[in-house]
């Protein structure tokens, strides 16, 4: 619809309607994402002034970017638990309780005497039944999703930290270091595994039965259902996919601090779903953006490494993380309702 | 003429981004008549009623009340000088109690703290000026039924002494014996001179409760001020769609006696709404559920779709028994739903019409799960022609559809899936008389060529019209079963209603 406006306004563009055209051309999705890319363009050049080449530097970049990419895996599939109209707020505790669960003495065993790859399995096996539990109480035992995530989010920091004993645990296997740590043409290993994951689950979204079923079920699940479209098991689903990205997301992060701990995904849930609404996701459901996610992401965490390089403290980068949520969410309505009607 | 007029309009223009919603609409309405509004869907009534109450500005064209010019900013504003509208969609509160509703946005209080004994007494005394004294004032708005929230509704718009009640297709979502209530309540308010804009498309309604009725056709008055009792059928027909329309069933051919059983519904029961249900449609008959809101008709559709689970009795399609309580099972056998509730449980309102169509069908478009978009446009684009959807175009939002055109995309969806069974629940409610025998026709065409049609709806009329068999359900049972043209529609509605104190 909302390229229809444009494409009706723009033939007969007088002064007026050329200000009207702009605007819907920013309402449609590629503007959707034009604004973020222009958001993403002023913070880099608010960088650059600031901070100079400390912030134009290749190496700074990928920092940047294997910040991104761990919040990022975790953020891709908050979009499709949020578009299909849930909310998972135990994102963080699951990857702490992965991160855990995959550095035991146990488990780091069990990696060097056969495969560092056992560490991978046991994050994503930990991350996707915490989601298929929180899906189970959502789709079949009815509890609101705000509540029984809110519910696994205790439970599973809780289990994380018994599990831990509160103690830093050190990851001690070869392999699974010098493989994360490593590089494909000079882009980290982790900021591939976030690109591969965010394409993948673009085609998942776009281009499946499985995200036109996602779309469905958050904008009608009523109307999804008498379709004969089966949305409790739809639902369980997209939070076991959510559990996954949580579970790579742990081992992702085991890498890049090379410990698991309990302390590990604090407040992930909330920079996810920030990232995830000001990309252009419905928080109701029924629309949702890959790309918008991926800027999302970026946003802020550029937004943090300019802070950062500017010694400003990280208060500051909270208030202003506020901020720019606060803002695209009014810009978004704004848009919306131009487009609208 | 105008000096006596409670409200005149005069060439009123609203303009919406690419659209001209209203473009000249004149007409007055008179303290104690009925001023009936006739229009297709998407002919400028709902944008005429919302500029009327206040909740659009119109762009140009003047509005008197009482023979002074106004500009109402808000409803509420609206409401204080009088003017009070009825949506359609009910804005009542579920949650707050009748008494809260009614005085919502307009709180009496003193300092601050609502004086809520005096808001009771005066909800009560409303309501029994409305004829309704048996709805308590601290009852849970929610839990009424949808007649009573009306009146609630209509109290609402009372309360702030109005004198102007404009209400949207009020009888859309009552039974034949609440919409005699509600026209003795539009009776005794006129009486006290209250005026009252009706908006409906039954014309037997307008001419039982109208005084003059004005029709809006493209957002433009073709013709005000006919007096609702002596202007012919034929004449307001013509001016709404302008054609003229002869005859509005299609014609029936008769069943094949050796055409297949297609449905068996054997002893359906569920756990108190209705029980010993029988039902056999037989290829490319038509079988229509007459009764009550409220006799069980919609529930024993959802049950026998599965979307409600059945505590006894088997649903078989084509000789093979569906699991019971389960939509999948029944869509994969050849069912196909069309909901009651067209917006809330049919459509996927925000996006694109293809994907309302192929969201039954999806397999078929998808290789490994990869859905080809490009075929599922094609052949929605198809059926959308076929169907003769306006304006054309499979990617435009359902939303911005009229109620007709949402309701061919619903049938087009399970058209695609090809299914041997189609359950109907009110299939023309809020559709225009245009659309409505275009739908007759769809719904004949689907049965001629071998589908099993059951069709519930309110509309006694419609269904001795449209269905071969005729079933009567009141209070959970099938009282009646028979051809339907050896039946007429007073021996329906004693059917329907025996036993019922009305």
Same mark, same amino acid.
């Given at each position: ?341 | ?75 509420? #504003? ?6 009070? #509208? ?49 709805? #308590? ?366």
């Amino acid at each position: 619809m909302s390229e229809d406006t444009a494409a009706v306004a723009a033939p007969q563009s007088t002064p007026v309607a050329k200000e009207s055209s702009v605007a819907a051309l920013l309402a449609s999705p590629a503007g959707r994402n034009t604004g973020l890319v222009v958001a993403l363009v002023l913070l880099c050049l608010g960088g650059v002034v600031t901070a100079g080449d400390r912030f134009a530097d290749v190496d700074n970049v990928l920092t940047i970017l294997r910040l991104a990419a761990v919040i990022g895996v975790v953020s891709v599939g908050m979009t499709f638990v949020i578009t299909g109209g849930g909310i998972d707020l135990s994102v963080g505790a699951i990857v702490a309780l992965s991160s855990v669960w995959a550095t035991t003495l146990a488990t780091q065993g069990i990696a060097n005497d056969t495969h560092w790859i056992v560490i991978v399995f046991t994050a994503l096996l930990v991350g996707g039944a915490c989601g298929l539990v929180n899906g189970m109480l959502i789709a079949y035992g009815r509890v609101v999703a705000f509540i029984a995530t809110l519910a696994s989010l205790a439970a599973a920091r809780g289990l994380a930290e018994i599990i831990s004993n509160r103690k830093t645990q050190i990851v001690n296997v070869p392999g699974f270091a010098a493989f994360f740590d490593a590089s494909v043409l000079g882009v980290p290993v982790l900021v591939v595994i976030f690109a591969v994951v965010a394409v993948a689950g673009w085609v998942l979204l776009n281009r499946t039965t499985f995200g036109r079923r996602t779309f469905a079920v958050g904008g009608n699940p009523e109307a999804a259902r008498l379709a004969g479209i089966d949305v409790r098991r739809h639902t369980v689903l997209l939070y076991a996919l959510l559990g996954l990205c949580c579970g790579l997301a742990a081992a992702m992060l085991i890498a890049r601090t090379t410990t698991g701990s309990a302390t590990h995904g604090g407040l992930y849930e909330l920079d996810a779903i920030a990232a995830v609404v000001i990309g252009g996701t419905l928080l109701s459901g029924g629309r949702g953006t890959i790309a918008g996610t991926v800027f999302g992401v970026l946003i802020f965490t550029t937004l943090s490494n300019v802070f950062t390089l500017n010694n400003l403290s990280i208060s500051a980068q909270a208030v202003a993380k506020g901020a720019i949520i606060v803002v695209a969410v009014l810009l978004q309505q704004r848009l919306a309702r131009r487009s609208g009607a | 003429m105008t000096a006596a007029a409670l409200l005149s309009v005069q060439g009123l223009v609203k303009r919406f981004p690419g659209v001209m919603a209203l473009q000249g609409v004149d007409f007055d309405v008179r303290a104690g008549e009925v001023h009936c509004l006739l229009g297709q869907n998407g002919a400028g009534k709902s944008t005429l009623i919302k500029v009327l109450s206040g909740a659009h500005r119109p762009d140009e064209g003047e509005i008197r009340w009482r023979g002074e010019v106004v500009s109402f900013g808000n409803p509420t #504003a609206a409401m204080r000088s009088g003017v009070a #509208a009825i949506y359609q969609e009910l804005d009542l509160v579920a949650g707050l109690s009748v008494a809260d509703n009614v005085f919502l946005g307009h709180e009496l209080s003193t300092v601050g703290f609502t004086r809520r004994a005096d808001a009771r007494r005066r909800t009560r005394a409303l309501l029994a000026r409305l004829g309704h004294p048996e709805i #308590a004032p601290d009852r849970d708005v929610g839990r009424l039924s949808v007649a009573h929230q009306q009146v609630v509704s209509m109290a609402r718009a009372l309360s702030l002494d109005g004198q102007l009640l404009i209400m949207d297709e009020p009888s859309a979502v009552l039974d034949p014996d609440e919409v005699r209530v509600l026209f003795g309540v539009i009776r005794e308010l006129t009486a006290q001179g209250v005026a009252v804009v009706y908006i409906s498309h039954r014309l037997a309604e307008i001419r039982e409760i109208g005084d003059r009725v004005t029709v809006l056709k493209d957002g433009r008055t073709v013709a005000t001020g006919l007096p609702a009792r002596e202007v012919k059928t034929s004449e307001l027909i013509g001016l709404m769609t302008g054609r003229v329309l002869d005859n509005v069933f299609p014609q029936r051919k008769p069943v094949d006696p050796a055409a297949p059983d297609v449905l068996n519904v054997r002893g359906l029961a569920d756990k108190k709404r209705f029980r010993d249900v029988d039902l056999t449609v037989r290829a490319g008959e038509v079988v229509g559920l007459a009764g009550l809101v409220g006799s069980g008709r919609s529930e024993i559709l959802e049950t026998i779709y599965g979307a409600r689970k059945a505590a006894e009795g088997t649903v078989e399609v084509d000789g093979r028994r569906l699991r019971r309580g389960s939509v999948g099972v029944a869509v994969r056998a050849g069912m196909g739903l069309c909901p009651e509730e067209r917006k809330s449980q049919g459509l996927l309102l925000d996006q694109a019409v293809y994907r309302n169509i192929t969201v039954s069908s999806m397999s078929s478009f998808a290789r490994f799960g990869f859905l080809d978009e490009r075929a599922e446009r094609v052949r929605s684009a198809q059926l959308t022609e076929t169907l003769d959807v306006r304006p054309a175009g499979v990617d435009r939002v359902v939303r911005g559809l009229s109620g007709g055109n949402q309701q061919k995309v619903v049938l087009a969806r399970w058209l695609l899936r090809e299914c041997r069974v189609l359950l109907l629940d009110e299939p023309t409610r809020g559709v225009d008389v245009g659309a409505r025998s275009e739908i007759y026709e769809l719904i004949r065409a689907l049965a001629d060529s071998g589908v099993a049609v059951v069709v519930v709806s309110s509309d006694v009329e419609e269904v001795l019209g449209l269905a071969d068999r005729v079933l009567v359900v009141r209070e959970g049972r099938v009282v009646h079963d028979g051809p339907a043209d050896e039946i007429d529609e007073s021996r329906v509605l004693d059917l329907v209603m025996e036993g019922h104190s009305a």
